[in-house]
């Protein structure tokens, strides 16, 4: 199927989602600044939409982010994305927003910045190379970008004005509501039925029950993703013959299980080599070619799942839809995203990147360790100098202790002193209760009183880590 051919198919019933994108980049051309936030659950074509708002932004200056979930963590990453490319026009701003930004980039040292000059910073940079072109920042999954991205990109788009941008973000509905909150939204629902049942019946081949169609139409509820996705994972015969009708399930948690059952067929050595693309945030192909080759597998492995439209790698390494990763990511053994991880952290470079090293090494280690847990301490002391917060990567290493010590009581007096506001408002499961506190070491302990401090005091705290 063509390219052309997927992306007519995606935009069936979406005119009046056109038509909205179309008004907001006449109006930013005009000189009024416009914001829209698409909000939709997952696989209901926002990033369709997306798409379709590049296309007709020929001349324009387009700055792209996208939100990975396991990089929420990391402060500042998703505005890095939008702003690492404007970078060169760092000089033009004010010394103090110049002195913010470059600080929460990593490329000077100072105290961390007062958050609203971080804030302004941004917006001045924006509007340095609106007056050279006019801006486009599109941002997808932004239910996944780190707090503090979240919050500036919240603050730049509640003070837009005059200027020729366009700031278009796509967020998934059921997780991460407050992201952007009260900003102009654009709602994508499923499409209607027509609609849907023409987008099935355009991209299955071969005959498909009546029956059939009509209940994954029913079941999809417009989805579009789901409807070209239930069909693949189905026997020819099912859709002939009125077998396999979907469950009741949620459409996402099929859509994924799906993708489960797509990724299981392929080779081993090309499943690992899947995981390990899901477990690296960064899309970085030379990075995971480095960890193939820890991994022992040959990056032909890639192949099968490329072919099987699940997987691309060219300048990115690139998931058909985030669901994929996911997919790939929770149906992984334990044992086998620990060994991605490790090889990730050998792969990353500890001089450049020792943050989401040591995001790695915390995630390949199944208990705790003291020296992973000095490594998470060392990071946390870095992410409150740029003014972010400390890594989740302390609830994992801190979360399930399998081991007992001596000063197992100074451990509970120390995380006693912690307060429950505090417990709360940072985030991290519930870690400071007696029962766990008691098989701290005390170096543990220490480290978690210092993460929570950290994050309590940090504007931006980390959200609930969840492990499976």
Same mark, same amino acid.
């Given at each position: !199927?063509?390219?052309?051919?997927?992306?007519?198919?995606?935009?069936?019933?979406?005119?009046?989602?056109?038509?909205?994108?179309?008004?907001?980049?006449?109006? =930013?051309?005009?000189?009024?600044?416009?914001?829209?936030?698409?909000?939709?659950?997952?696989?209901?074509?926002?990033?369709?939409?997306?798409?379709?708002?590049?296309?007709?932004?020929?001349?324009?200056?387009?700055?792209?982010?996208?939100?990975?979930?396991?990089? !929420?963590?990391?402060?500042?990453?998703?505005?890095?994305?939008? *702003?690492?490319?404007?970078?060169?026009?760092?000089?033009?701003?004010?010394?103090? #927003?110049?002195? =913010?930004?470059?600080?929460?980039?990593? &490329?000077?040292?100072?105290?961390?910045?007062?958050?609203?000059?971080?804030?302004? =910073?941004? &917006?001045?940079?924006?509007?340095?190379?609106?007056?050279?072109?006019?801006?486009? *920042?599109?941002?997808?999954?932004?239910? @996944?970008?780190?707090?503090?991205?979240?919050?500036?990109?919240?603050? $730049?788009?509640?003070?837009?004005?005059?200027?020729?941008? +366009?700031?278009?973000?796509?967020?998934?509905?059921? !997780?991460?509501?407050?992201?952007?909150?009260?900003?102009?939204?654009?709602? $994508?629902?499923?499409?209607?039925?027509?609609?849907?049942?023409?987008?099935?019946?355009?991209?299955?081949?071969?005959?498909?029950?009546?029956?059939?169609?009509?209940?994954?139409?029913?079941?999809?509820?417009?989805?579009? &993703?789901?409807?070209?996705?239930?069909?693949?994972? @189905?026997?020819? =015969?099912?859709?002939?013959?009125?077998?396999?009708?979907?469950?009741?399930?949620?459409? $996402?948690?099929?859509?994924?299980?799906?993708?489960?059952?797509?990724?299981?067929?392929?080779?081993?050595?090309? #499943?690992? &080599?899947?995981?390990?693309?899901?477990?690296?945030?960064?899309?970085?192909?030379?990075?995971?070619?480095?960890?193939?080759?820890?991994?022992?597998?040959?990056?032909?492995?890639?192949?099968?799942? +490329?072919?099987?439209?699940?997987?691309?790698?060219?300048?990115?390494?690139?998931?058909?839809?985030?669901?994929?990763?996911?997919?790939?990511?929770?149906?992984?053994?334990?044992?086998?995203?620990?060994?991605?991880?490790?090889?990730?952290?050998?792969?990353?470079?500890?001089?450049?990147?020792?943050?989401?090293?040591? @995001?790695?090494?915390?995630? +390949?280690?199944?208990?705790?360790?003291?020296?992973? +847990?000095?490594?998470?301490?060392?990071?946390?002391?870095?992410?409150?100098?740029?003014?972010?917060?400390?890594?989740?990567?302390?609830?994992?290493?801190?979360?399930?202790?399998?081991?007992?010590?001596?000063?197992?009581?100074?451990?509970?007096?120390?995380?006693?002193?912690?307060?429950?506001? #505090?417990?709360?408002?940072?985030?991290?499961?519930?870690?400071?209760?007696?029962?766990?506190?008691?098989?701290?070491?005390?170096?543990?302990?220490?480290?978690?009183?210092?993460?929570?401090?950290?994050?309590?005091?940090?504007?931006?705290?980390?959200?609930?880590?969840?492990?499976?």
């Amino acid at each position: !199927m063509s390219q052309g051919r997927v992306q007519r198919s995606r935009l069936l019933g979406r005119r009046s989602e056109c038509e909205a994108l179309d008004r907001l980049l006449t109006d =930013a051309l005009s000189g009024r600044s416009g914001v829209a936030v698409l909000r939709g659950e997952a696989g209901v074509g926002k990033s369709a939409l997306l798409s379709y708002l590049s296309e007709r932004v020929s001349g324009w200056y387009v700055a792209r982010a996208v939100g990975v979930e396991s990089e !929420m963590e990391l402060a500042y990453s998703g505005l890095h994305q939008l *702003c690492g490319p404007m970078l060169d026009r760092l000089d033009r701003l004010p010394i103090p #927003q110049r002195e =913010a930004l470059a600080t929460v980039f990593g &490329l000077s040292t100072g105290p961390a910045p007062d958050r609203f000059l971080v804030g302004l =910073a941004a &917006l001045t940079l924006l509007a340095e190379i609106a007056e050279e072109q006019p801006l486009v *920042c599109v941002v997808d999954d932004a239910q @996944w970008l780190d707090r503090a991205s979240a919050q500036i990109l919240g603050f $730049v788009a509640r003070r837009l004005l005059a200027e020729r941008i +366009a700031l278009v973000c796509a967020t998934r509905t059921g !997780m991460g509501e407050e992201v952007l909150a009260g900003l102009p939204e654009l709602s $994508v629902h499923g499409l209607g039925d027509s609609d849907a049942r023409a987008l099935l019946l355009e991209n299955v081949y071969g005959p498909l029950d009546a029956a059939v169609c009509d209940q994954i139409v029913t079941e999809s509820h417009g989805n579009p &993703l789901a409807l070209l996705e239930f069909p693949r994972s @189905w026997r020819a =015969a099912d859709l002939a013959g009125g077998c396999g009708l979907p469950d009741s399930q949620p459409v $996402v948690s099929k859509i994924e299980q799906s993708y489960v059952r797509r990724l299981r067929v392929l080779p081993s050595e090309t #499943q690992l &080599l899947v995981l390990a693309a899901a477990a690296e945030p960064l899309g970085d192909p030379l990075l995971l070619h480095r960890a193939a080759e820890t991994l022992g597998v040959d990056m032909a492995a890639a192949d099968p799942a +490329a072919d099987a439209g699940l997987l691309g790698i060219g300048g990115r390494v690139e998931f058909a839809h985030p669901l994929v990763r996911s997919a790939a990511y929770r149906s992984a053994a334990a044992e086998d995203r620990h060994r991605v991880h490790r090889a990730l952290a050998e792969a990353t470079d500890p001089e450049t990147d020792p943050d989401r090293r040591a @995001w790695h090494r915390a995630r +390949a280690t199944p208990g705790p360790g003291e020296e992973v +847990a000095a490594e998470l301490e060392r990071s946390a002391g870095r992410a409150q100098a740029r003014g972010g917060v400390s890594p989740r990567g302390f609830a994992h290493a801190t979360e399930v202790p399998r081991y007992r010590s001596r000063m197992a009581t100074t451990s509970i007096a120390c995380l006693d002193r912690v307060s429950w506001f #505090q417990r709360q408002a940072s985030g991290i499961p519930y870690l400071c209760c007696r029962s766990r506190a008691a098989s701290m070491t005390s170096r543990t302990a220490s480290i978690v009183i210092r993460a929570y401090s950290s994050l309590y005091s940090s504007w931006a705290w980390v959200a609930p880590c969840t492990t499976r």
